[in-house]
């Protein structure tokens, strides 16, 4: 999906390191990295923790003025600077003029949502009128199911991915039981074959070209929030357009990771959450994306007055001028508390682009996966050392930044250990730790003394459980 860049991440690292005349496992080829990175400033606009400040810390680890590893972008991105400057001005004109808010000021609070969607345009590769900031991730994927998810008698199924994300799951289920169809025969789940941890795109297209004429929405994550592993969206949707069904995807772990064209694309509709890469804090507002080409057709099930024509909703005479188009899907007017973090982080965005953050984040999970396989890679097995591998694709075209990790000693007691040493990343069940270097607020120092921290927890497994592989 995205071009390849001229040198493979593991090339670059061994350049380097031979440039340098030292292993690539040296300190000095992430700081040569980290001084090549022309977005390197970028961490400036963002609070990083201190180590000092995380719950789970050791201080007899770890010098307590150092900043934590915060690999967990993808989970909860971190706060940008002028966050609290956007909030107190809102604030302070709330508190100064209270109602008149809403029309006066750098963001009149009833425009506000449309004021910043031309800061989400190149993140997810459409233009304004195909995007709408709303809600939470989860509203937004049963609102759009609901006008895209209309089953027939023969055409009446969902497909997604096995293991998808519990709310995806739950909103699939919910919408097939609202039209009374069976779970079982409606909810065609694919798994990804014997044996293997993520899915090979022949197969997902196979199921969609002998089912597709009973599939009625193809249903995908952008990103797995498990495995870290993107799939082919356009490829995707192409095949299951092809087979008449309607293509949609979640991107809450693909927006503000990887490059996104969902216009070019074709896809039909998508809907994010703003709180992981694009940090814009807990409960951020979400975003949905409602193809051109269904402007005129495809409508919103429920309505609320923000979907009426601005031009004559005041006028309150309940005569419904419904804004064709994305637009339209809004209930309530927007949240000015939660635009404000949203537009301080696109502000950032937009000066870092798209396209060079893919860049150096490509480098950058590349040369984490390359240091974790040259300590602790499966090669290293029968050396008793223990193994750490990696369940996200290695092929750059089929991940973003995540890297999911598991472990042949006990995963728990490693995490808590990274957790002492001030690596923030998480465990999810059944047994992988997410790591995700961010390419905004991450460095490939970062990337190396995670390593450190990584080497230095094993070998306390290894202390306390004896021989681990
Ligand atoms: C892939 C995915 N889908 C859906 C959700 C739920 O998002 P929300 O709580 O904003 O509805 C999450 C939350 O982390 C997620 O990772």
Redesign the pocket.
Known sequence: MEPLPLELPADTVQRVASELRCPPTDERVALRLDEEDKLRHFKEYFYIPKVQDLPPIDLSLVNKDESAIYFSGN?LGLQPKTVQTYLEEELDKWAKMGVFGHSIGKWPWITADENILGLMTDIVGANEKEIVLMN????N?HLLLLSFFKPTPTRYKILLEAK??P??HYAIESQLQLHGLDIEKSMRIINPREGEETWRTEDILEVIEKEGDSIAVVLF?GIH?YTGQLFNIPAITKAGQAKGCFVGF?L??AVGNVELHLHDWGVDFACW?S??YLNAGA?GI?GAFVHEKHTHTIKPQLVGWFGHELSTRFKMDNKLQLIPGASGFRISNPPILLICPLYASLEIFKKATMKALRRKSILLTGYLEYMIKHCYGKDKEGTKKPVVNIITPSCIEDRGCQLTLTFSCPIDYIFQELGKRGVVCDKRDPNGLRVAPVPLYNSFHDVYKFINHLSSAIDSAERKYGSVV
């Open positions: 989970s939470a991730l989860s509203v994927l998808a994300f709310s995806d994550s929030f979640d809450a772990h959450c709180y992981k409960g979400g």
